[in-house]
């Protein structure tokens, strides 16, 4: 699976957009990106994933490069329920890849009121 | 909630002691994930299960072993217990044997301390 690089943390304000950046450089061509979120000490929690297009949901906004080397999650309107750990994970996804998920250390993003 | 059933959610043993871990997956769900959480090592796959039989194995110590039943609820054996095995075990499911849908469900965790 193709290493990701978040940064270790960010702020936001709340009711303002959260960008969060991933770089994938050595993804290759039938990996996606997939990002989950962990609030403090619960399960982690899907949010979006996608190939090659721009993906959205009812939770965020998936912005993938052409080159597919780096992708944004956006959380359009944060809140404070939103300070979580944010992780971008790269993987084959359907058709095969029997196996789990490899979390990084992902982002720390912090909603301030 | 995720649909994701985990027992206990606390766990409290001494070093060298047996410990079992129970999930229940969503309803329907035929794959069943184990992971460890410590606070230096992050989110550590350990094993899947895919409708009985063991689909992929990640970092799972030989004192650790699963198994998934026919109903398909799963269970994490911890053995010969070591401080070290102090963490949070999350338990995830999903539909298919792979990532087709691209969505894994974590339950809530069962905490293990070792002292």
């Known amino acids: 699976d193709a290493k990701t690089t978040q940064p270790t943390s960010m702020d936001c304000a709340e009711g303002r957009a959260a960008n969060l950046p991933c770089n994938h450089s050595?993804?290759?061509?039938?990996?996606?990106v997939y990002w989950y979120r962990q609030i403090h000490s619960q399960g982690p929690q899907y949010i979006i994933h996608?190939?090659?297009n721009n993906e959205t949901n009812e939770m965020a906004s998936l912005i993938i490069t052409e080159d597919r080397k780096s992708s944004t999650l956006i959380l359009p309107h944060a809140t404070l329920r939103d300070t979580a750990v944010y992780y971008c994970?790269?993987?084959?996804?359907?058709?095969?890849?029997?196996?789990?998920?490899?979390f990084g250390k992902g982002t720390h993003l912090i909603i301030q009121p | 909630d995720s649909g994701v059933t985990q027992t206990p959610k606390h766990l409290i043993t001494a070093t060298g002691q047996r410990v079992t871990l129970r999930c229940s997956p969503r309803?329907?769900?035929?794959?069943v994930y184990w992971y460890q959480q410590s606070l230096d090592q992050g989110l550590q796959f350990l094993i899947q299960?895919?409708?009985?039989?063991?689909?992929a194995k990640g970092n799972i110590l030989e004192r650790f072993s699963a198994q998934q039943f026919p109903d398909l609820h799963s269970e994490l054996n911890l053995s010969s217990l070591e401080l070290g095995d102090s963490a949070l075990y999350f338990c995830?499911?999903?539909?298919?044997?792979?990532?087709?849908?691209?969505?894994?469900?974590f339950g809530e965790g069962s905490r293990l301390t070792v002292l």
């Open positions: 309803s329907g769900d035929l794959s």
């Open positions: 050595t993804i290759s061509g039938n990996e996606y």
């Open positions: 996608g190939l090659k």
């Open positions: 299960y895919y409708n009985g039989e063991e689909r």
């Open positions: 995830a499911s999903s539909v298919a044997s792979g990532l087709e849908t691209g969505e894994l469900f």
């Open positions: 994970i790269v993987r084959v996804g359907s058709g095969g890849g029997a196996d789990g998920l490899t």
